[in-house]
């Protein structure tokens, strides 16, 4: 029963990390650019919050040492990555994704020209 109450701290990080990640694809309003660092901010903000955690409450963390709390941390951050997109999958039709890009949206002009 005390392993459980220590494994709290791992969905915590995560969920904190995910709204955190939800915040910064709002704020950078989606410019391909900044979201491509998401996965890189998320695992820092997760092993951030995992050396925090094993300090300010320490009888919940998993981890024994400061290392093994930067690295519960920072898969907890990219297991919160991973979560967002098993629900952006799950939400999509039939697997149908559109990327749109500046280089698209340029070569499509171009193209769009050329017909005329």
Same mark, same amino acid.
Do not use: W
């Given at each position: 029963?005390?392993?459980?109450?220590?494994?709290?701290? *791992?969905?915590?990080?995560? +969920?904190?990390?995910?709204? +955190?990640? +939800?915040?910064?694809?709002?704020?950078?309003?989606?410019?391909? #650019?900044? *979201?491509?660092?998401?996965?890189? *901010?998320?695992?820092?903000?997760?092993?951030?919050?995992?050396?925090?955690?094993?300090?300010?409450?320490?009888?919940i963390h998993v981890a024994d040492?400061?290392? #093994?709390?930067?690295?519960?941390?920072?898969?907890?951050?990219?297991?919160?990555?991973?979560?967002?997109?098993?629900?952006?999958?799950?939400?999509?039709?039939?697997?149908?994704?559109?990327?749109?890009?500046?280089?698209?949206?340029?070569?499509?002009?171009?193209?769009?020209?050329?017909?005329?």
């Amino acid at each position: 029963m005390d392993y459980l109450i220590k494994a709290t701290c *791992i969905p915590v990080i995560a +969920a904190i990390v995910y709204g +955190a990640m +939800a915040l910064y694809k709002y704020a950078v309003n989606g410019k391909a #650019s900044l *979201i491509r660092l998401i996965p890189i *901010i998320a695992a820092v903000l997760g092993a951030v919050l995992g050396v925090v955690a094993f300090y300010i409450v320490p009888e919940i963390h998993v981890a024994d040492n400061v290392y #093994s709390a930067l690295f519960v941390g920072a898969a907890s951050g990219l297991a919160a990555t991973g979560s967002h997109q098993i629900f952006k999958q799950l939400s999509s039709k039939d697997g149908e994704k559109e990327v749109v890009t500046d280089e698209n949206t340029d070569n499509n002009d171009e193209n769009d020209e050329k017909k005329s």
